[in-house]
């Protein structure tokens, strides 16, 4: 078996190093509503809004447009194998209800061809689960033989199958991806969401720029108009074609005057972002421990019931967010509590370091058990109405040394910064990134003053 001479070396490798997969707070879109402190009867109630169903648009499919010829196909023509002088791709895109015998039969193949190229390894076995929106690439010989076929493993290779001689051969074909440093900077306006995209930026650069940011700004509740925001970031290119913008490397974020900054740096088992000074961006403890639509109940010690019209301390935050969004682990811990009592219907106590307790209720599941150690983001519930509560939320708490703080302004303890070598490192790295970022923010105040 000759080695696999189709194989184009990858010169960037792209390794989406969400390293913080779990922080997702932030960023409800269709909330511009804030209510605070909203008095709501008897019990803590919020109105239903009919819930978005969430989908998650993951988009891994192949170029509309193909190259007329493969690249690497030529490569193996140039060594001599016996596949012919091939034409173009003919791409199927799998619609609802195909299978791979329809399609093969449809581009003219058995499906005895079928059979024996499922048979050839796991990876070609893997084909028998197609999903609507796959896509498949054919070639076909003089003959109208199956020459070559191609199926999009993910972002960054091919499954190929081709006919050597009597032969066929499968075999993954790398996908050359390289990244290159872009920057842009941005002014807000009417939402972050505009002023990322006026600023060459997706959706999904802006969630990770709120990301970054989420800890010390709260993007659902913070932002002015004015805020402006920096930053140096890859951009992804496939085979020449741009496929997506990568990662953040750099940033800065001017939130009503006060300037947060943060450079990406892997300090060894995985990147994270840090500020100028060695401080992770990452704070021990989550703000919210959910994506929450509106506060629909604020933390107020003294609150006067309206109805009783007695002091009944509201001692948390009651979060709107849908029956069924998923509730995180604030911070690392134990849980010390995890059941169903006929007021807090199924709720969640964990402990954490520091004689900090929180505290979550009403959920709709809980997914979590008492002496369960959770990581911070763990999903360890969902949004429900269960105990006291005629709408979903989440009433949150956070118990320092017994006595309840509010959940929104308790300083949250941090994580450790660099230290030693290590943060003289990130500084080294640091330096060329900060200094593009402060000629990124000069243009962009001299731009504004124009
Ligand atoms: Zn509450």
């Known amino acids: 078996m000759e080695l696999p001479v189709f194989i184009q070396e990858a010169r960037a490798r792209v390794a989406d190093g969400s390293h913080w997969p779990t922080r997702r707070r932030l960023l409800v879109f269709g909330a511009t509503l804030i209510l605070l402190g909203v008095l709501i009867g008897l019990f803590e109630s919020t109105p239903e809004p009919e819930a978005e169903p969430y989908s998650e648009v993951v988009d891994l499919s192949l170029p509309e447009r193909l190259p007329p010829d493969g690249t690497a196909l030529d490569a193996a023509g140039a060594r001599g194998s016996a596949l012919p002088d091939l034409d173009r791709w003919a791409s199927v895109t799998v619609r609802s209800g195909q299978t791979l015998d329809g399609i093969f039969r449809q581009q003219g193949f058995s499906v005895s061809l079928l059979h024996r190229i499922l048979a050839l390894n796991a990876d070609t076995r893997g084909l028998k689960r197609i999903r609507p929106g796959d896509v498949f690439d054919f070639r076909a010989d003089d003959g109208g033989e199956l020459a070559a076929m191609r199926y999009a493993l993910d972002e960054g290779r091919y499954l190929l199958v081709y006919n050597d001689g009597d032969r066929l051969v499968a075999e993954v074909q790398v ?176 402990k954490h370091a520091n004689s900090i307790e929180t505290r979550y209720l009403h959920f709709t599941k809980r997914r979590v058990k008492k002496g369960q150690k959770v990581r911070q983001g763990q999903t360890i519930g969902t949004v429900g109405s269960t105990g006291l509560a005629t709408g979903p939320h989440l009433h949150y708490e956070f118990v320092v040394n017994g006595v309840h703080r509010n959940p929104r302004t308790v300083p949250l303890p941090k994580v450790e910064p660099l230290q030693g070598e290590i943060l003289t490192a990130f500084q080294s790295q640091a330096a060329p990134l900060l200094t593009q970022l402060s000629r990124l923010e000069s243009a962009s105040l001299y731009a504004s003053r124009e």
Do not use: C
């Open 175 to 350: 996908r050359e991806i390289v990244a290159e440093i872009a920057e842009t900077q941005g002014v807000i306006d009417s939402s972050l969401f505009v002023a990322g995209k006026q600023a060459g930026l997706s959706d999904a650069m802006v969630m990770k720029l709120a990301n970054i940011f989420g800890w010390d700004i709260d993007f659902v509740l913070d932002i002015r108009q004015g805020d402006r925001f920096m930053l140096v970031y890859e951009k992804l290119y496939r085979e020449g074609a741009f496929l997506r913008d990568g990662e953040i490397l750099a940033a800065t974020f001017v939130n009503q005057g006060e300037r947060f900054q943060a450079i990406r740096f892997d300090h060894g088992g995985g990147a994270e972002y840090f500020a100028p000074d060695g401080r992770n961006m990452r704070k021990a403890f989550l703000r919210a421990p959910l994506n929450f639509s509106y506060i629909s109940s604020g933390f107020n010690p003294r609150r006067m019931h309206p109805v009783l019209k007695r002091i009944r301390p509201h001692n948390g935050i009651d979060y709107y967010a849908p029956r069924g969004t998923p509730v995180y682990a604030a911070g690392e811990g134990t849980v010390v509590r995890s059941g169903y009592s006929a007021a807090n219907g199924h709720h969640v106590f964990i």
